[in-house]
């Protein structure tokens, strides 16, 4: 039976990908949405939670203060577990900072349009994260307010040299670069809608304050001339360190003798934990942000779907690594390595009858729930197109891969080679008030962010617009593809019913 041509043209409009841009646009409608709650009164919700983040906040200056004054014997870190919730938190946030470069560098260089209105989120999340995480490895060293005496390598009479051998040094310049790079990448792509914020203020003050950021911008050819190289040079700068920052954290414990440390699959395989980790944080906030700051029309349903995508890939790639790391310690023959890894999962433990009663067994299987069976509710489209089930499973990722971390870390340790050293891990109150407090701090920030400066790359958004419409000009969109800027049913309803 023949198929009639309206047929064919549907059947080829539902293998289209999704909208970039959802409604009738145009530069000033997109210029007055995109900065509309910059300009908006704050609303009981935003004062209520920043509120919760300053409570938060005060409480990780309580925790702060209690471990300079009396020592890190505050926190719950004994031996064999030398390493624990510090390190634990370190590697988390900085794991969580990682999508920020990889959406806005990496996907700038591919060209992947759908960046454009959820780069600004992720660098701004990355920042926030790798602040937290900075506050981890400083309080850890005991002392912090030698910290600086003791790691950089500034001329010394005493001749105090770092211990360049050891990852933890380099784990110092790795972080301080990537944040660096990050702040001035974050910096650079905000100085377009700076000067926007100075040109549309009513306020003095305002106009000034973002006059004086916005460092002159006048929207000329010379400057954004200079401003697409320099754009590009920090993209390809800032891309090795994706990879790199991640796989040198994993050198902390790769390049140890530690069963369940040594493993030479975990620089890919943190890179990729990072990466999830990122992805889950951003649709974590991004998901409630464009509900209230209204921006759907930018932040579609296609921006949703392909970060679900990624959060597949990445948990297939660290579903794999728990795999390897499980079948390498039996194939190894090494009784240590297998015992560690038995001691993890509680079952198949062979002769060693004490596997099976770790306590921290739970929360490795909590931890293959959440990293593993949770993100395959993404091989569904209903999974990666409905907002309330890819936030709800963002949520169980992100605890997911803190317990990947305590995993890693406490569970290698607590049960070392001597078997009269083997000790239970307890968090305190300081150790459980710093991974609550960093939380809400970097809540608070990012709501101030979100208050202060537009969330989404405008000047981006606009010239995304210009590029699709003249694509639609020159044909190069089939007449039925949903990437045409159109009013959409609902969307139409909403504009009678106003």
Same mark, same amino acid.
């Given at each position: ?24 646009q145009?530069?000033?409608?997109l ?19 920043v ?15 209690v ?40 996907l ?27 506050l ?15 790691l ?7 001749r ?16 301080s ?11 650079l ?5 700076l000067?926007?914020l ?27 001339? =200079?401003?697409?190289? #320099?754009?590009? @040079?920090? *993209?390809?700068?800032?891309?090795? +360190?994706?990879? !790199?920052v ?11 003798v ?18 999830f ?19 759907? =029309?930018?932040?579609? #349903?296609r921006h @949703?779907? *392909?970060?679900?995508?990624?959060? +597949?890939a990445? !948990? ?21 390595d ?14 060693f ?9 739970p929360?490795?299987w ?15 489209k ?16 992100n ?10 870390v ?10 009269s ?11 459980l ?17 979100l ?6 790359a ?10 699709l ?25 909403e504009?009678?019913?106003?």
């Amino acid at each position: 039976m023949a198929v009639s041509a309206a047929a064919r043209i549907e059947a080829r409009r539902t293998l289209e990908p999704l909208p970039l841009l959802e409604g009738e646009q145009d530069d000033g409608t997109l210029n007055k949405t995109l900065l509309d709650y910059v300009w908006r009164k704050p609303g009981k919700g935003w004062l209520l939670l920043v509120g919760l983040g300053l409570a938060g906040t005060g409480l990780l200056t309580l925790a702060v203060v209690v471990t300079v004054s009396k020592g890190i014997g505050m926190w719950g870190n004994n031996i064999p577990v030398a390493w624990a919730f510090g390190i634990i938190n370190f590697v988390w946030w900085i794991g969580i900072g990682h999508a920020g470069t990889l959406i806005s560098a990496i996907l700038l260089l591919f060209q992947q349009k759908w960046r454009t209105s959820i780069n600004r989120f992720a660098e701004a999340m990355t920042l926030f994260a790798v602040l937290q995480a900075a506050l981890f490895p400083v309080l850890h060293t005991g002392r912090p307010w030698f910290a600086i005496y003791w790691l950089f390598p500034y001329p010394s009479t005493n001749r105090i040299w770092p211990q360049f051998k050891s990852p933890l040094m380099w784990d110092v310049f790795a972080v301080s670069t990537y944040f660096i790079t990050s702040l001035l990448f974050w910096y650079l792509g905000l100085i377009p809608d700076l000067a926007a914020l100075r040109d549309s203020s009513t306020s003095r003050w305002m106009r000034r304050i973002y006059g004086v950021f916005s460092f002159g911008w006048r929207g000329s050819a010379r400057h954004w001339h =200079h401003y697409k190289i #320099a754009y590009l @040079l920090l *993209a390809g700068l800032a891309t090795p +360190l994706v990879l !790199s920052v991640h796989t040198i954290v994993s050198y902390d414990f790769a390049v140890s003798v530690v069963p369940g440390w040594h493993e030479t699959i975990f620089p890919p395989y943190f890179v990729a934990g990072a990466v999830f980790s990122g992805f889950a944080m951003v649709v974590t906030l991004i998901v409630p942000a464009r509900r209230f700051m209204r921006l759907k =029309h930018v932040v579609t #349903a296609r921006h @949703l779907e *392909a970060m679900c995508k990624i959060m +597949l890939a990445t !948990s297939l790639i660290v579903g794999y690594g728990y795999l390897m790391e499980h079948f390498l310690s039996w194939y190894s023959g090494n009784p240590y390595d297998f015992y560690q890894y038995a001691n993890r999962r509680g079952i198949l433990h062979g002769s060693f009858q004490s596997a099976a009663q770790d306590p921290y067994i739970p929360i490795f299987w909590l931890m293959v729930f959440c990293n593993v069976v949770v993100p395959s509710i993404f091989w569904s489209k209903w999974g990666r197109t409905n907002v309330y089930v890819m936030w709800i499973a963002a949520i169980f990722i992100n605890v997911g891969m803190w317990c990947e971390r305590f995993v890693i870390v406490v569970i290698s340790l607590h049960r070392d080679f001597l078997p009269s050293s083997w000790a239970v891990y307890k968090p305190t109150w300081v150790d459980l008030s710093l991974l609550a407090g960093t939380i809400c701090f970097f809540g608070m920030l990012f709501l101030l962010f979100l208050k202060f400066l537009p969330a989404v790359a405008v000047q981006e958004v606009k010239e995304l617009r210009h590029e699709l419409q003249a694509a639609h000009e020159r044909h190069e969109i089939p007449e039925f593809s949903q990437e045409i800027i159109h009013v959409t049913e609902l969307e139409a309803g909403e504009e009678d019913q106003r």
